[in-house]
C-alpha cells in the first residue's frame, strides 16, 4: 500500500497558449476556452480537439489525485496532439518552448514529484537536438516524448537516427507515444481513433525501431513505448519468425528481433491483469513500468490496482511500480 | 499424436492463369512463370510478386505434408492478393470464378481432407453474394475467405452488412486475412510488410466489425480472423474501457466490446506458446482454432506442435486441433 509508484506515463496541457505570434496563414496554433467547471477545451483550427480536466495544467491537482492513485512521481509529458510536427519549423519550436517551460514550471511546484519528458521539434533534427540538450541542462528534464512517427515518417526512418544517437549519448530517456495512427481510414463507429489505433501505431514504431536498425546500432538507448507497445507482444514472436526465415532480414540485423524488443521499457497501459501478464511475459519483467495515461478518459486511473491484479511476487511488482522507471528514467 | 486437427488457413494459388481475356488496359491480372525446383513464380504486372511451393496448387504435395503436420484436413483459401477487389467487376469475377473451380478441383482430388472458403468480388456486395450462393450451392463450399478491407474501405463498413447478413443467413463460414495492410508507409527496413503489418490491419478489421456493430446485429454470423486476430487480444480490454468511459461508444453497442470478440473465431498463428495461451486466454478456449497459412514461409509447418508446447489440457487441445474449426466451417 505504499505510495511509491513512479507513472512514467501522464500529460500536460497548458491553462493557456499565447497567442499565435508568426507569420503563417491558417495556423493550427491551439488556444483554450472555458468548458465546464474544472475543465477547458482545447480549441484547433476552430473546432474543440479535446476538453481536458484541471490536472492536465494544475500541480496542485496532479498532487491531490496522485495519493489515490499511489503514485510518488509523475513524469510529465505533453498531450501529444501539442507535439507540432505539422507546423513550420519557426512556429513548432516557439510552441514547443512554451510547452517545456510550462512544464518546468509545474516541476517547479513539487521537485520531488514531478520529472519532465518535453517535446521536441522532431520535423528537423538539428532543431530537435538543440531542444533537447536544453531541456536537459537548462530544465533538468530527464529526457522527451516523441511520437510514433513524425508527419507519416516512422520513427525508424535513418533520418531520425542522429536524433537518438544524441539521446544515447546524454542519456536522455525518450518516450514514444502513439499519434495520428495509421488505418484511421480503416475503422468504424462510435468509438474514437485513440481507442481503436493506438496500440497498432505503437506496434509499427517500436518494430521499426527494430527492423531499420536504430535499436541495434544505439544498444545504450533508453527508449519506451506507451500502451505496452500495442500490438508489439503479440507480433514479435511473428518478427523473429521472419528474421529466421528470410535471408535479407536475418542479414540485416545481427540479433533476434527479441534481443533488441527486450531492451526496451513500455508500460502497462493495457486495462487487464492477463493483458499485464502478457506484456511482462513478452519483454521482461525488468522492462515495464506504471502508466496512467493521467489525466485523460482513456486512461487507467488505478494503475497500481490492475497491475496488483495480475499476481507477480513482491519482487516484479516493485520493479514496476518503481525500479524499471528509475531505470528508464535515470533518477 | 492423432492426425486429427483442421487447419482453417492454408492458400492456394493455381499452377496457371487463363490468359487476360477483357477489354481493360494495364490490368494487374496475375501469370504464373517457372522457378526453381517445385516452385512457381506468382507474375502480377510484369514483376515477381511472390514465389511459391508446388503445394499452392498440388493436392497431392499438399496431402504428403498434411502427414508430418499432423492435419486431417485443410480449408483451401485464395492467396490473398488474388481477392482482386482492385480489378474492373467483370474481370474480377472472371478471376474469382476460376480461382474457385480451382479449389473445387483440389477438393475433388481428396474430398475428406479438404473444405473450401472460395473468394468472392466483394467491391460489389450484389456479385459478392452471388459468387458466394454459387460456391455453397455448386461447389460444396463451407464459406468464404475475405479481406481486412476492401480497397481501403472497412469491413466493418455498413455498406458491407449485406454480405455478412447472407453469409450468416445460408450458414456460410466467413474467414478475414490481413491484406495490404495499414502502415505499410511506417515500416522501415528488410522485414517484409506481411510480416510487419498484418497482425495491425486485421486487428483493425475485427475491431471494426465490433465498434460498427456489424457483429452484434448478425450474432450467428460465423467468422474467423487471420493471425489470431492479431493486435486485438490486447487491444480488447481497451476497447472495453472505452466503451464504459466514453457515453457515444456505449450507447452505440448494447454489450460490451468483449462479448462480440468472444463470439469471433481466431487462428492461433502466433508462433509462440506463450501468445497462444494468451489468445485463449482473450478470446475463449472455444474459438481459437489451428491455422498454419501452408504453404507460405511465413507460415508456422508445425502448428500442432506449437500448440502442444501451451501446455493445456486434453479438453481444451482437442477443441483446438478439431473441434472448434468443426463449428466455425459448419462440418
Redo the contacts between chains.
Keep these: 500500500m505504499m505510495n511509491d509508484s513512479i507513472d512514467i506515463h501522464t500529460h500536460v496541457v497548458p491553462e493557456n497558449f499565447p497567442a499565435y505570434a508568426g507569420n503563417g496563414a491558417n495556423v493550427p496554433w491551439p488556444s483554450m476556452a472555458p468548458a465546464h467547471a474544472c475543465h477547458r477545451h482545447v480549441m484547433i483550427s476552430g473546432k474543440v480537439y479535446r476538453t481536458v480536466a484541471d490536472g492536465s495544467w494544475s500541480a496542485a491537482r496532479r498532487l491531490e489525485n496522485m495519493g489515490p492513485m499511489r503514485v510518488a512521481r509523475q513524469a510529465l509529458s505533453p498531450m501529444p496532439e501539442l507535439l507540432s510536427y505539422w507546423l513550420a519549423l519557426e512556429d513548432a519550436r516557439a510552441l514547443i518552448r512554451y510547452l517545456n517551460e510550462q512544464i518546468a514550471a509545474m516541476i517547479a511546484a513539487a521537485p520531488e514529484r514531478f520529472v519532465g519528458l518535453g517535446a521536441v521539434p522532431l520535423q528537423d533534427v538539428d532543431s530537435a537536438i538543440r531542444e533537447l540538450e536544453y531541456m536537459l541542462r537548462e530544465l533538468k528534464f530527464c529526457g522527451v516524448e516523441i511520437a ?2 513524425v508527419n ?3 520513427i ?3 533520418r531520425f537516427e542522429p536524433f537518438f544517437a544524441a539521446a544515447e549519448d546524454a542519456g536522455a530517456a525518450v518516450f514514444v507515444h502513439a499519434l495520428r495512427p ?2 484511421q ?8 481513433e485513440q ?7 505503437i ?3 517500436a ?2 525501431m ?4 536504430i535499436a541495434a546500432r544505439h544498444p545504450k538507448l533508453r527508449i519506451a513505448f506507451s ?2 507497445g ?2 508489439l ?11 529466421n ?2 535471408s ?2 536475418k ?2 540485423l545481427a540479433e533476434s528481433p527479441a534481443t533488441y524488443a527486450r531492451r526496451f521499457f513500455y508500460d502497462a497501459l ?3 491483469p ?2 499485464v501478464r ?2 511482462v ?2 519483454f521482461g519483467s525488468s522492462q515495464i513500468c506504471i502508466g496512467s495515461d493521467y489525466p485523460f ?2 486512461g ?1 486511473l488505478d494503475p497500481v490496482g490492475t497491475l496488483e491484479k495480475a499476481g507477480f511476487d513482491a519482487g516484479v511488482l516493485a520493479a514496476i511500480r518503481s525500479g524499471n522507471a528509475k531505470r528508464f528514467l535515470g533518477l
Tied chains: 1, 2.
Design positions: 510514433s512517427h507519416g515518417v516512422s525508424g526512418d535513418a495509421a488505418g481510414d480503416r475503422i468504424v463507429g462510435a468509438f474514437p481507442a481503436v489505433c493506438f496500440p497498432g501505431d506496434a509499427l514504431a518494430a521499426s527494430i527492423t531499420g536498425g500502451h505496452a500495442g500490438g507482444a503479440i507480433l514479435l514472436p511473428r518478427l523473429v519468425h521472419a528474421w526465415k528470410i535479407k532480414a542479414e540485416s493495457v486495462f487487464d492477463a493483458a502478457f506484456v511475459e513478452s478518459n482513456m487507467d
